[in-house]
């Protein structure tokens, strides 16, 4: 019973157990928090609007994205991924979604920004429904904690639209 | 006829009653193991509940060696979600990043598009020839959580089975020899 190996199951064993707990508890923390983030997306400019070979319409837009998502940040947290997705429906399709832009936010202090730029991922639809419709752009967040439960959440931005032809 | 009479005698002296206990300990051992598995299977609704990351494709979130927790519910599949699926032909699960979903409204079915965070482009060269979309039914289940570190373990005995070998070894030595 006081044997080598004996001691060291037991201290292994007791050692996993509690760092299972521990990691456990981290995790639970986080729902003590609460977050209150803030964005806003303008669309600068629609950059070109065609349809392409395929018959698929395709559209390259530049945003000004700001964005305050510091509260999303725990003591747990090891990054931000966030990412701009525009929605919308079409007569065959109930929801569409088409992520534009994401990044990486490391830490609290890179997470206030503001940011003008292009749509990184192509913008293709499924068919050629876009002329004339209209669209919401979504901020989404995924929060990666260092250990645990991942959290996800969005801001919905309403009121855009297409151009009625193609440019 | 004596030496047949010897060797049943010492056949008997192994203590067959001590033999077939531990077998049974250690058959249940490997049930009850076989058990917590498959009851993980039907809570998470997913085929394999947990997944070691292989590749560094959605660094710096996800780290070779790490575990993820999937769990597969009915709701719709969403941007964002972190999904594990599997290509037809290829044996090895992918865990990506949904960036494209189309649902179409007569069927609820759903196209979606995946991408490595730490990938420059979308993941339609790793689908199969003519591929452009994911279905449902390639998907294994949604990321809910992760556990960093935990799944070197399963890669070094994939890695290298030898270790897995001197595991098994060892741990059926240790059985055996117990005299508890």
Known sequence: ?167 | MGWIGDTVDSVKSIQIRQLLTQAVSLGMIVTSALIIWKGLMCITGSESPVVVVLSGSMEPGFKRGDILFLHMSKDPIRAGEIVVFNIDGREIPIVHRVIKVHERKDTGEVDVLTKGDNNYGDDRLLYAQGQLYLQRNHIMGRAVGFLPYVGWVTIIMTEKPIIKYILIGALGLLVITSKD
Request: contains cysteine.
């Open chain 1, 1 to 167: 019973m006081h044997s080598f190996v004996y001691r060291l199951n037991g201290l292994l064993t007791f050692s996993v157990t509690i760092l299972a707990i521990m990691c456990a508890i981290t995790s639970l923390s986080d729902n003590l928090h609460t977050p209150s983030p803030s964005a806003e997306i303008q669309v600068m400019n629609i950059n070109w609007f065609q349809k392409q070979p395929q018959g698929n319409d395709e559209v390259s837009l530049t945003m000004n994205i700001s964005a305050d998502l510091q509260t999303l940040f725990t003591w747990n947290t090891k990054q931000l991924f966030i990412f701009v997705a525009a929605e919308y429906e079409t007569p065959k399709n109930s929801l569409n979604q088409v992520s534009l832009w994401d990044a990486i936010i490391p830490s609290k202090e890179h997470a206030k920004f503001w940011i003008h730029t292009s749509n990184k991922y192509r913008f293709v639809d499924q068919g050629n429904n876009l002329r004339g419709k209209e669209f919401n752009l979504t901020l989404h967040w995924h929060v990666m904690p260092k250990t645990g439960k991942m959290f996800a959440d969005k801001i919905v931005l309403t009121g855009y639209s297409f151009p009625e032809e193609y440019r």
